[in-house]
């Protein structure tokens, strides 16, 4: 199966901007693969903030955008506040099995 | 409310066998795609098993194929996962997954001697 790849770590300062990335050891990562991304916080259950890419939920903060960037998928935070801190998971697509990233510990410092 | 909520959870020997259920309120699954997901302790998330709207297409992960069944009944509004054969490396709380949401709030399976 795909390999999925996450930063593992990564760090912005409150108000800064930062953009996770979500690649994928078989090539590029496209719109075919519909790229979600979810927030993990600390005891609590993972919740989508992205999903098909660059699609919103009601209750993803605006400050959340998703794009594909340079072959892989992306999801930019900018104006980061201190509740963005959290673990965060892309979820790629594989003509129907499914892989996640191994996650990037965002930190806000 | 439209949220999905996980049950069945439990400590298991292993070689034993348990069946998740995922039921839904506040919408119809039988217009969603559904999936199960898992996390380890300590660990990042697994992507499970998938099945589609009307359980003609079934995808599962190689670390579970041959050992879990997932499966859907979309008259009772709620997903399944019979697993069998089940190892300590299963240990996890196992999470349903509408997409492109909800997500339950999962249930801890232990699997241990």
């Known amino acids: 199966q795909a390999v999925v790849t996450q930063e593992p770590s990564l760090t912005v300062s409150p108000g800064g901007t930062v953009t996770l990335t979500c690649g994928s050891t078989?090539?590029?990562?496209?719109?075919?693969?519909?790229p979600y991304w979810f927030q993990q916080k600390p005891g609590q259950a993972p919740r989508a903030i992205i999903y098909?890419?660059?699609n919103k939920y009601s209750w993803t903060p605006a400050r959340f955008s998703g794009s594909l960037l340079g072959g892989k998928a992306a999801l930019t935070l900018s104006g980061a506040q201190p509740e963005d801190e959290a673990d965060y998971y892309c979820?790629?697509?594989?003509?129907?099995?499914?892989?996640f990233g191994g996650g990037t510990k965002l930190t806000v410092l | 409310e439209v949220q999905l909520v996980d049950s069945g959870g439990g400590l298991v020997q292993p070689g034993g066998s348990l069946r998740l259920s995922c039921a839904a309120s506040?919408?119809?699954?039988?217009?969603?795609?559904m999936n199960w997901v898992r996390q380890a302790p300590g660990k990042g998330l697994e992507w499970v098993s998938y099945?589609?709207?009307?359980?003609?297409?079934?995808k599962y992960a190689d670390s579970v194929k041959g050992r879990f069944t997932v499966s859907r009944d979309n008259a009772k509004n709620s997903l399944f996962l019979q697993m069998n054969g089940l190892r300590v490396e299963d240990t996890a709380v196992y999470y349903c997954?509408?997409?492109?949401?909800?997500w339950g709030q999962g249930t801890l399976v232990t699997v241990s001697s």
């Open positions: 098909n890419t660059s």
């Open positions: 997954a509408a997409d492109p949401a909800p």
């Open positions: 979820l790629l697509y594989y003509s129907g099995v499914r892989a």
């Open positions: 506040g919408f119809t699954i039988s217009g969603h795609n």
């Open positions: 078989t090539g590029a990562v496209t719109s075919g693969h519909y």
């Open positions: 099945i589609n709207t009307d359980s003609t297409i079934i």
